[in-house]
T-cell receptor, first 114, second 112 residues
Framework: AQSVAQPEDQVNVAEGNPLTVKCTYSVSGNPYLFWYVQYPNRGLQFLLKYITGDNLVKGSYGFEAEFNKSQTSFHLKKPSALVSDSALYFCAVRPRTGANNLFFGTGTRLTVIP | KAGVTQTPRYLIKTRGQQVTLSCSPISGHRSVSWYQQTPGQGLQFLFEYFSETQRNKGNFPGRFSGRQFSNSRSEMNVSTLELGDSALYLC???????????FGPGTRLTVT
């Protein structure tokens, strides 16, 4: 069965420190990979995506993500966390063929401590 | 460019009733997807439409249905509402599958 795992429900990081939010997936082929962020009482906002090419992709608000094919991972990173980065982060995967709806991990709540 | 809009934003219904939610995608987007978000189950895919055709369907009972119109606007319908249908229903639009989806603010449905 296809799945997306975000192993940490909660990540706490001090302001100014680097942050990592982990995502691994089990999907056949080479899926499209996405990160989204959700602020309280808001819809999801797109951060970045990996389609093909360079394994390090850069996105909005200073976020980047590293694709690792051998580990089937797509970890979200930021060199220096801001308090305003505190939110719920979702990794999402979309197969390129077949039943190719976008499906989401369970989410990781990031708290940046001042 | 206007974002994805969903109406209504909040809805309170009684068990057994039915409800219709509406979504207007970003202009030019042909793909519309619907998701159910609950604290316990997270984000679950309901269905996706592309150019008026249902392209993918999630694992939800037949009480959940949807459609897409020629102008790409979409509606979803839930019949015979149950308490467990209380959730935030999110609509998202995109150009196509390799493109990111843009989400609306959601419709908060409460079933009493």
């Amino acid at each position: 069965a296809q799945s997306v795992a975000q192993p940490e429900d909660q990540v706490n990081v001090a302001e100014g420190n680097p942050l990592t939010v982990k995502c691994t997936y089990s999907v056949s082929g080479n899926p499209y990979l996405f990160w989204y962020v959700q602020y309280p009482n808001r819809g999801l906002q797109f951060l970045l995506k990996y389609i093909t090419g360079d394994n390090l992709v850069k996105g909005s608000y200073g976020f980047e993500a590293e694709f690792n094919k051998s580990q089937t991972s797509f970890h979200l990173k930021k060199p220096s966390a801001l308090v305003s980065d505190s939110a719920l982060y979702f990794c999402a995967v979309r197969p390129r063929t077949g039943a190719n709806n976008l499906f989401f991990g369970t989410g990781t709540r990031l708290t940046v401590i001042p | 460019k206007a974002g994805v809009t969903q109406t209504p934003r909040y809805l309170i219904k009684t068990r057994g009733q039915q409800v219709t939610l509406s979504c207007s995608p970003i202009s030019g987007h042909r793909s519309v997807s619907w998701y159910q978000q609950t604290p316990g189950q997270g984000l679950q895919f309901l269905f996706e439409y592309f150019s008026e055709t249902q392209r993918n369907k999630g694992n939800f009972p037949g009480r959940f249905s949807g459609r897409q119109f020629s102008n790409s606007r979409s509606e979803m319908n839930v019949s015979t509402l149950e308490l467990g249908d209380s959730a935030l229903y999110l609509c998202a639009s995109s150009w196509d599958i390799s493109y990111e989806q843009y989400f609306g603010p959601g419709t908060r449905l409460t079933v009493t």
